[in-house]
């Protein structure tokens, strides 16, 4: 948390910088009228390029350029779109041409509008409400965007890779190969995580999902780090997901001693039992929505952060400023190695806590 207000302070006063130089040079070139738009719509573009870099898309785009006519060019792979709408409707998104055509699927017209598909007419007309909201009816939407095809591409990657480690030790105890790299953190991840906070009888059943959701977030925050643009674990929706995975394992798990301490806490006088139980069940809603966030913020902001610190470098027009940019966004990137690992930790520790208060046996007479 620290970390991250120290480096909002700083791209905070890097864009007061920016201010200031921007109006010097406009005093001494030429006058403010004629300076300011192009400084204005640098700045939208940033911004706009940042919040397409955090959302979710159709297609997998690696980059855009402007050809001599002055037109958009996409150099990208497009994604199945898969659409219940009277029916099943697959088809390319290619036909979308990244969201500036209507698509027109057997009679029917669909258009993405802010990354989501809605139906419309031939024109591709999209009607809103007081409040500016699309009120154009939606489909049923299960398409294969970017973030769904890497789920199951690193889905997919750690299956192969512990399959592959489970045939070497059958053949042989010691571990070759990348499974060298592997049993360091299996071992640690169940010697300094399941047992201390689970316990030696129940661990095992919970050690397959702790090694599951600790290489998945670990794996996807590193694809984040890339310029592929990959931002899974800044989706809420996937955080959600692991977050209500882990909440379901804890309720289903939990023991009577773990709902007499939820609903009727032994030692307690009656009155503060009466109080303390709706308190105490709406804590079990809390901490998944906890989870959910910690992860969602943390990978959110430091992607804000670093596309905020690396369009610095395109404001500032001299030396100086752009190589003090380039600086920081590097030593940030270190950093958010850092946070990759640190955000898998910290979700796979509470995990475990969580599962070890559902099993444990107390002994209420002392």
């Not at 036909?95 to 139906?119: L, P």
């Not at 095809?149 to 890779?161: E, N, R, S, T």
Request: no cysteine.
């Amino acid at each position: 948390m620290y970390k991250i207000d120290l480096l909002k302070t700083l791209t905070f006063l890097f864009f007061a910088i920016t201010i200031s130089v921007g109006a010097t040079n406009n005093t001494v070139e030429s006058s403010s009228a004629e300076q300011e738009p192009p400084a204005k719509n640098l700045k939208a573009e940033i911004k706009e390029f940042i919040n397409h870099h955090l959302l979710d898309s159709y297609d997998f785009t690696l980059y855009s350029y402007i050809n001599d006519e002055g037109e958009y060019k996409y150099i990208s792979a497009p994604l199945p779109v898969i659409l219940i709408d009277s029916g099943l409707k697959v088809f390319s998104s290619s036909n979308f041409q990244y969201g500036e055509a209507v698509a027109e699927i057997d009679g029917q017209y669909y258009k993405v509008y802010h990354n989501k598909i809605y139906k419309t007419d031939a024109l591709g007309t999209i009607e809103f409400n007081e409040e500016h909201h699309p009120t154009n009816e939606k489909p049923l939407d299960f398409s294969i965007t970017k973030n769904v095809m890497f789920i199951i591409l690193v889905g997919l990657m750690m299956l192969l890779m512990f399959k592959r480690m489970a045939n070497s030790y059958k053949k042989n105890p010691i571990p070759t190969g990348f499974g060298r790299l592997l049993e360091p953190i299996i071992l640690y991840i169940r010697n300094e995580i399941a047992i201390p906070t689970i316990g030696e009888k129940y661990y095992r059943k919970y050690m397959s999902y702790l090694l599951t959701v600790f290489f998945f977030i670990w794996i996807i925050n590193l694809l984040g780090l890339t310029p592929l643009g990959i931002n899974v674990t800044n989706n809420i929706a996937v955080t959600l997901a692991l977050a209500l995975t882990t909440y379901f394992i804890t309720t289903f798990s939990g023991n009577k001693n773990y709902w007499k301490h939820v609903f009727w806490m032994p030692g307690v006088p009656v009155l503060m039992k009466i109080i303390l139980a709706p308190i105490e069940l709406l804590g079990t809603f809390i901490k998944p929505f906890s989870l959910m966030i910690r992860l969602y913020a943390n990978i959110t902001a430091g992607h804000i952060v670093m596309m905020s610190i690396i369009g610095l470098m395109f404001v500032f027009k001299n030396w100086i400023g752009s190589s003090l940019s380039f600086g920081l966004a590097f030593a940030l990137s270190l950093l958010e190695l850092l946070v990759a690992v640190l955000q898998a930790y910290i979700f796979t520790m509470l995990s475990a806590l969580y599962f070890g208060s559902a099993v444990e046996e107390h002994d209420d007479n002392h």
